[in-house]
């Protein structure tokens, strides 16, 4: 089978960050579905994780294949799968410790993947697996907003909010927990992009974000979900978090975090990793199944909508490449899509 991989973690700029190969076809383990990968979204992970970094730069022999995020159809199951069947439509991010679905025939674990939408191609679908585990998670489990509206009218402020995750959180907190929602974004474009999917209002995260809340008459608010750059946002979110309130973040700090900058407001911080429940693989890794059924509920009741902003075909190295370099501007909108082969 067609796939895309490396030999060695290199700067996207070199054709040989990532190279078109050929790979056997895998064989589904007792839980796995093996899945006929249609299209693809391209994450900051899969960025990461390809750029050259200390102790890795070994060429490896067998390549590496990225990719956590996948729209497709089942082929084949492993001999206990329940939840599906050949010709069934999915969508999952799956496991990051195991090989990606940069490849045209892919495996995941099916308690990690959800049924398509029914309104959606699989183009439009592959947007929305890893950025809406990953926002879904942050709202409703790790800050522990109501899912049925029970903390509506309370404020969140989404830094980062015009980006693959954001754009899904945003989504989330206005159209499902009903929250006031501030939204963080720099620019025309994607302050415009963030406010169609539902802010309130928009604040720039180039100046300090509590200064920004203030302009618009929030001297605090009741969650934040950063996004985005933890420790240039940490004091502001200090400084913005009501007493009592919750802050999640999703992005590794490079600094010891001052956490005792909290401890007056008694505020919560909390890490959201989406890939927490597949990689050690806890008893309730099924819940990933169910969020992606839920959303893909949601998105057939017109409540959210794909956010799919830019798709590159086929799916090969120079396309993925590409796509690799525009994550890496650090200023997209919404979802990369790379659809066929
Ligand atoms: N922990 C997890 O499970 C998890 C899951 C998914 C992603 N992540 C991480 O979360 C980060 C965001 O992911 P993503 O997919 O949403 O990324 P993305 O789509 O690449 O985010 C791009 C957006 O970031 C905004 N931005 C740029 N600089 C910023 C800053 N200093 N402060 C606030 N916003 C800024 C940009 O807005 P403007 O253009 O308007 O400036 C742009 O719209 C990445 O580091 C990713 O690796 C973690």
Redesign the pocket.
């Given at each position: 089978m067609k796939a895309i991989g490396l030999y060695q973690y290199l700067p996207v700029e070199n054709e040989k960050s990532l190279v078109d190969v050929y790979l056997d076809r895998p064989r589904p383990g007792p839980r796995d579905i093996l899945v006929a990968v249609q299209a693809i979204a391209v994450?900051?992970?899969d960025t990461?994780v390809r750029a050259p970094r200390e102790g890795a730069e070994k060429p490896s022999e067998t390549p590496q294949v990225l990719g956590w995020d996948a729209a497709g159809e089942v082929i084949d199951t492993g001999e206990e799968v329940e939840n599906f069947r050949p010709g069934d439509r999915v969508y999952y991010a799956g496991d990051i410790t195991r090989p990606g679905c940069y490849s045209e025939m892919h495996l995941v674990d099916e308690r990690l993947a959800g049924h398509l939408p029914e309104s959606l191609d699989f183009t439009s679908a592959a947007a929305l697996p890893?950025?809406g585990l990953?926002a879904w998670e942050a709202l409703f489990e790790r800050l522990g907003i109501s899912t049925t509206g029970e903390d509506a009218g309370k404020s969140i402020l989404v830094?980062?909010g015009?980006?693959?995750?954001?754009s899904m959180a945003v989504q989330l907190a206005r159209h499902v927990a009903r929250l006031k929602v501030l939204a963080?974004?720099?620019?025309t474009k994607?302050?415009v992009w963030t406010k169609k999917l539902g802010a309130h209002h928009i604040v720039n995260?180039r100046h300090p974000l509590d200064r920004e809340l203030q302009e618009h008459g929030f001297d605090t608010v009741d969650y934040i979900l950063c996004?985005?750059?933890t420790d240039?946002?940490w004091n502001a979110m200090a400084n913005a978090i009501a007493p009592q309130g919750r802050i999640c973040g999703?992005?590794d700090n490079r600094d010891p975090l001052p956490l005792n900058l909290l401890k007056s407001k008694s505020a919560t911080f909390a890490w959201?990793?989406?890939?927490t429940r597949s990689r050690y693989r806890t008893p309730d890794m099924q819940r990933q199944g169910e969020i992606l059924n839920e959303i893909a509920r949601l998105v057939d009741e017109g409540v959210l909508k794909s956010t799919v902003n830019q798709v590159l075909e086929p799916i090969n190295a120079a396309n993925l490449r590409q796509a690799h370099a525009l994550?890496e501007s650090?200023?997209?909108?919404g979802k990369i899509v790379l659809a066929g082969w």
């Amino acid at each position: 089978m067609k796939a895309i991989g490396l030999y060695q973690y290199l700067p996207v700029e070199n054709e040989k960050s990532l190279v078109d190969v050929y790979l056997d076809r895998p064989r589904p383990g007792p839980r796995d579905i093996l899945v006929a990968v249609q299209a693809i979204a391209v994450n900051p992970v899969d960025t990461k994780v390809r750029a050259p970094r200390e102790g890795a730069e070994k060429p490896s022999e067998t390549p590496q294949v990225l990719g956590w995020d996948a729209a497709g159809e089942v082929i084949d199951t492993g001999e206990e799968v329940e939840n599906f069947r050949p010709g069934d439509r999915v969508y999952y991010a799956g496991d990051i410790t195991r090989p990606g679905c940069y490849s045209e025939m892919h495996l995941v674990d099916e308690r990690l993947a959800g049924h398509l939408p029914e309104s959606l191609d699989f183009t439009s679908a592959a947007a929305l697996p890893l950025t809406g585990l990953t926002a879904w998670e942050a709202l409703f489990e790790r800050l522990g907003i109501s899912t049925t509206g029970e903390d509506a009218g309370k404020s969140i402020l989404v830094i980062g909010g015009a980006g693959g995750v954001g754009s899904m959180a945003v989504q989330l907190a206005r159209h499902v927990a009903r929250l006031k929602v501030l939204a963080s974004a720099s620019r025309t474009k994607s302050s415009v992009w963030t406010k169609k999917l539902g802010a309130h209002h928009i604040v720039n995260h180039r100046h300090p974000l509590d200064r920004e809340l203030q302009e618009h008459g929030f001297d605090t608010v009741d969650y934040i979900l950063c996004l985005n750059d933890t420790d240039q946002h940490w004091n502001a979110m200090a400084n913005a978090i009501a007493p009592q309130g919750r802050i999640c973040g999703i992005v590794d700090n490079r600094d010891p975090l001052p956490l005792n900058l909290l401890k007056s407001k008694s505020a919560t911080f909390a890490w959201e990793f989406m890939f927490t429940r597949s990689r050690y693989r806890t008893p309730d890794m099924q819940r990933q199944g169910e969020i992606l059924n839920e959303i893909a509920r949601l998105v057939d009741e017109g409540v959210l909508k794909s956010t799919v902003n830019q798709v590159l075909e086929p799916i090969n190295a120079a396309n993925l490449r590409q796509a690799h370099a525009l994550i890496e501007s650090g200023h997209t909108i919404g979802k990369i899509v790379l659809a066929g082969w």
